[in-house]
Structures are given as C-alpha cells and as structure tokens.
C-alpha cells in the first residue's frame, strides 16, 4: 500500500499548487488514513507543497514512521501548536482547512490564525480508486458473498434477527474481514420493509422475507450487499415483487459505466419500477459510492448530477417496501470501467 500512499500524497500536493494554497490542515481520519496509510486515530497532518509532516503523539511515533516513513513524523502532545511552528519555520503563507473536518468552533479558531477554508481536495481524489484499494474493496466483497453463501441455508424459523446477524458477522471475521462495514441489517417479515431497520431480537417464521443488507472491511475497505429471499414457499406476490426489482437491479447494473450521470442510473432503475406500479413503494436512492466509508461520493439518486468515472466504486440498490408487509431490495457492489462496470459481489 505505501506505493499508493505516496501517489496519493502527491496527488494532493498537485492540488495544493493548482489552488496556491502553501500549507494544508488534515484532521479528518478517513482522509489522514487515505494519504499516509496509517489508519490510527490521534493526528494531525500538515501538508505543504513540497514536504508534508504528520504531527503524532508520542506513543504512534514509531509505529508511524514504519509505516509512513515518506512524512516528517513529529511527536508531539500539541499537534496544533506543532503546526503553526512548522508554518513560520518554513513560512508557509496561504493555509487552508476542510471546513467539513471541523466543528464551528474549530473551525473559527483556525480562520483566526489565518487559515482558510477550502474543503473537498481529499474527496476529489477518493473518488477514484487504485490497483491495491480495487483490489481490498473486491476482497471485502468476496468474503462478504462467501459469508452469505454458507450462512444462507443455516437460517431456520424460530432463529432471532441479532443470531442471524451475530453468525453472519462471525463468519465474515473468520474469513479474514477486520469486522462489519456498518450495523448489519437483518430484516425479518414486516421489518424487511423498513429500509434502515435496526437488527432486533424478533424470531424468523416460516412463510415470510427475510433481507439481508451487510458488509465488511477487508483492510479499512468497505463492502456491501443486500439480498432479499423467502423463508418457505414465496407468495405470488413475493415473487412479482421479487422479479420487479431484479429487472431494475439489472437494469442499473447495465447502464453504469464511465461518463454516464449518476441522475441517469437511478432514472433507469427508478422508471422501471414505477411502470410496474410500484414507485411510491421506491423510497431512497439507487446507489452510493464506498471505500474507506460505506458512503461517499457520488450519489446514485435523483439529485445527483456528477459523471461516474472509471475507478470508482458504487452500489446498485433498488427496492421496493410495503409497509407492514414486507420488502426487497438486491444489491451488488460495483467497479465502474470505461465501457461498464464490474460486479465485485459475485
């Protein structure tokens, strides 16, 4: 990962020179971890145009040099009176922050001593992801279908949601995941419904959905799946359901690839379902970005207007939900590529 690192780091020293900006703030993990691969809590980084310096406390200062030994690593219990330091001893000038990063508080204290506000510059670069975050983010996926694979015929009725969710959990850490890539969403009968339904201790039965939406990390890189399937003999209703949503699954599957808007997936997905009558029962996006975090940028929905580039990691999940009944949803992570996409979750 350290080659990845260092391009990265120096992708965002490009950025600073493009927008003059001599001395940058990073205090969000997500992006600390993203340009040093050092993925601790507890420091700051300092980002000029030609040197960077992470500001460590004492206790990770030699681990991160191991691990990060292309930053000046200083150890230091007052990161922010380590930094202003830095910026007079090598006079660096125009400063900035990501105000996102920080709260308002912070964030007004770092104007006082002459930062300024100028976010997005690490989000623009995680967009995009290279050989070796492709590579975590397809082994998240792999160990996440594998999970569901031997998981899938242990469910029995009289099984709870959280055993359903604690044996799936166990499974994914078994084959080498760091843990789950957020709260895993076990939704049994009505529950399956319910598109952020909280794993409870509701026993399954026979005759009934049941929606499986989880992931996990594999190297800090997320993944996520959901798949949505019959306890017992599908209903009719079920199955049409079912076929619905599979169709438009397919469809945005097909209609990801480089250059296409993101506004434009979700249409495909979203136009399919409401021909069939059920788009009021369509209640949420198509998809989102993933890599470090489960969601990033950009958004697959009807707001979005960004472009997917070839590199970035998305979900495709549609879904329909009927209230106090029960719901679908079949999601698969994907890679999109100059001419469409590749589906990591098979």
């Not at 166990?170 to 843990?179: N, T």
């Not at 209703?237 to 076929?243: G, L």
Request: aromatic share 8%; hydrophobic share 40%.
């Amino acid at each position: 990962m350290a080659n990845i690192h260092t391009e990265r780091l120096r992708q965002f020293q490009q950025l600073l020179a493009e927008n003059r900006i001599d001395g940058y703030l990073v205090t969000r993990r997500e992006d600390q971890c993203f340009l040093t691969g050092y993925f601790m809590d507890g420091y700051h980084l300092l980002i000029g145009r030609k040197k960077a310096w992470a500001l460590v406390p004492k206790m990770l200062h030699e681990q991160f040099q191991q691990v990060a030994p292309f930053y000046n690593a200083v150890a230091t219990d007052t990161p922010l009176a380590a930094a202003h330091a830095i910026i007079s001893a090598e006079g660096l000038r125009r400063l900035a922050f990501d105000p996102e990063a920080e709260t308002y508080a912070s964030g007004c204290a770092l104007c006082r001593k002459g930062f300024a506000e100028k976010g997005g510059l690490a989000a623009s670069l995680r967009e995009t992801k290279l050989g070796a975050e492709i590579a975590d983010i397809a082994k998240a996926c792999k160990i996440a279908v594998k999970a569901f694979a031997k998981l899938k015929p242990e469910i029995k009725p009289g099984m709870t949601e959280n055993q359903v969710r604690a044996r799936l959990q166990y499974l994914m850490d078994c084959m080498g995941a760091q843990g789950p890539s957020f709260a895993l969403i076990i939704g049994s009968g009505p529950n399956s419904a319910l598109p952020h339904h909280s794993t409870s201790e509701r026993k399954i039965r026979d005759n009934e959905a049941l929606l499986l939406d989880f992931g996990c990390k594999y190297n800090n890189y997320c993944s996520d799946y959901t798949r949505t399937f019959f306890i017992g003999k599908p209903t009719d209703e079920f199955k049409k359901v079912h076929a619905i949503v599979q169709r438009s699954h397919d469809a945005g599957i097909k209609a990801v690839r480089a250059g296409a808007k993101c506004i434009a997936v979700d249409k495909v997905c979203r136009d399919l379902i409401a021909a069939e009558g059920y788009g009021d029962k369509f209640i949420h996006g198509t998809g989102h970005g993933l890599g470090l975090e489960i969601h990033e940028f950009p958004r697959l929905n009807q707001k979005c207007d960004a472009t997917l580039k070839e590199g970035m990691a998305v979900t495709v999940e549609p879904g329909i939900y009927l209230h106090g009944n029960f719901g679908v949803r079949i999601e698969d992570t994907v890679l999109v590529t100059k001419t469409g996409c590749k589906i990591l979750t098979r």
